[in-house]
């Protein structure tokens, strides 16, 4: 089956990969529901992870693995997807089709990448194990400043007013929260293990800040069109390695050995111990699929705005559900929070339109000429 490929313009000023063109139809289709997916990964993932914590659970290396555990299900679409190429082939095109896009290059790539992941999902679980989720939320909504910085030095990310502005108000909504430390320290909890969850929650934030300019630029070194079904298989190797990453820190932390007793001495029971554990994986995987899926489908940008919206969504969950408190400095920094994006995302908008401006501005005077050229 012949793909038709596109490029378009980054806010690098670069050549962004090679895109599938796909029919209007389905590609409106793929972002509503790429979008509930990112929706229900975004909100649910910290909730049920903090559940799990909150409810007897304390095995960090365990909640790290479920983040990126549920990489099966890729695999299931994948072959789906295979099957629906080779139908398509077999309609008048005698062209063997491909299983696999991904080359030898662009997959140790992604492995390193996937294994840096993994690395995260553990200082971020960590963070979860001892901050509320309010508080967690905040602090992972600054890995927008370190965004920046690292795109700066790995892509050539050009720095402008906007996300000047974001950058300073993201680190000031952080450093709000922390001037507060001790305000919404669980019940139980030393201030040594809150202050050790909150540093290491902002690592997350950095790392997390230095993997998706990371994953950019293994995409523009791939040297292959960027498929739907290759940002699949990426995602796909990028999980299978963050998970071997962190099953080796269960094994070393024998976390397999605790996991039937934890279970049985589980609050809410044996039984919705294991349920919780599966559909934290499911979760999770909703937001990596919504996530890379929304972006194929129409922008970074717009990923970036449905999970900036869903801040406060998250926010009031914990509140509602795990009856947090929300005092007035979480309050701050929310809105510093939601004033950054706001900036950043605005000063984005206005680079792309201005590129679509130019692009259809040379369009014409390319037309103009070869209409004069036409009339001599």
């Given at each position: 089956m012949m793909e038709k490929v596109t490029t378009t313009t980054t806010t690098t000023g670069t050549t962004a990969p090679m895109t599938v063109k796909v029919s209007p139809a389905a590609k409106k289709t793929l972002l509503i529901l790429n979008c509930i997916l990112l929706s229900i990964g975004n909100?649910?993932?910290?909730?049920?992870?903090?559940?799990?914590?909150?409810?007897?659970?304390?095995?960090?290396w365990l909640s790290s693995f479920l983040e990126t555990a549920g990489w099966p299900f890729i695999v299931i679409v994948l072959i789906i997807l295979y099957f629906h190429r080779r139908a398509a082939g077999n309609n008048g095109n005698?062209?063997?089709?491909?299983?696999?896009?991904?080359?030898?290059?662009?997959?140790?790539?992604?492995?390193?990448v996937g294994v840096i992941t993994g690395f995260d999902d553990y200082l971020y679980a960590y963070g979860v194990a001892r901050l509320p989720v309010s508080t967690s939320a905040l602090i992972i909504a600054s890995q927008l400043a370190f965004t920046a910085f690292f795109a700066y030095l790995l892509v050539k990310q050009k720095f402008t007013a906007y996300s000047v502005n974001a950058v300073v108000l993201l680190t000031v909504g952080a450093g709000v929260l922390a001037l507060h430390t001790n305000s919404d320290r669980p019940e139980?909890?030393?201030?040594?293990?809150?202050?050790?969850?909150?540093?290491?929650?902002?690592?997350?934030?950095?790392?997390?800040?230095?993997?998706?300019?990371?994953?950019?630029?293994?995409?523009?070194?791939?040297?292959?069109?960027?498929?739907?079904?290759?940002?699949?298989?990426?995602q796909m190797v990028m999980c299978l390695f963050a998970t071997i990453f962190c099953m080796v820190g269960m094994i070393i932390n024998n976390d397999f050995k605790v996991i039937p007793r934890e279970a049985r001495e589980f609050d809410l029971g044996e039984t919705k111990y294991y349920i919780i554990m599966?559909?934290?994986?499911?979760?999770?995987?909703?937001?990596?699929?919504?996530?890379?899926?929304?972006?194929?489908?129409?922008?970074?940008?717009?990923?970036?705005?449905?999970?900036?919206?869903?801040?406060?969504?998250?926010?009031?969950?914990?509140?509602?559900?795990?009856?947090?408190?929300?005092?007035a400095e979480k309050g701050v920094a929310l809105v510093l929070s939601l004033?950054?994006?706001?900036?950043?995302?605005?000063g984005e908008y206005k680079f792309m339109k201005k590129s679509k401006d130019n692009t259809q501005s040379t369009q014409e005077s390319i037309e103009l000429a070869q209409a004069n050229y036409s009339s001599v």
């Open positions: 909100c649910g993932g910290p909730l049920i992870m903090r559940l799990y914590f909150i409810h007897g659970g304390n095995r960090v005698n062209k063997r089709t491909t299983f696999i896009y991904m080359r030898p290059r662009l997959f140790f790539a992604v492995a390193f139980g909890e030393t201030k040594k293990q809150y202050v050790m969850g909150f540093v290491l929650t902002v690592a997350a934030a950095v790392l997390y800040g230095f993997i998706l300019p990371l994953i950019e630029l293994t995409y523009n070194k791939a040297k292959q069109a960027i498929t739907y079904t290759l940002v699949l298989e990426i599966c559909f934290s994986a499911l979760i999770w995987q909703c937001f990596f699929l919504g996530a890379i899926g929304v972006i194929f489908c129409a922008s970074s940008l717009l990923s970036g705005i449905i999970i900036a919206v869903l801040l406060p969504v998250t926010e009031v969950l914990a509140v509602v559900f795990y009856k947090e408190k929300f005092q004033w950054g994006f706001a900036s950043y995302f605005y």
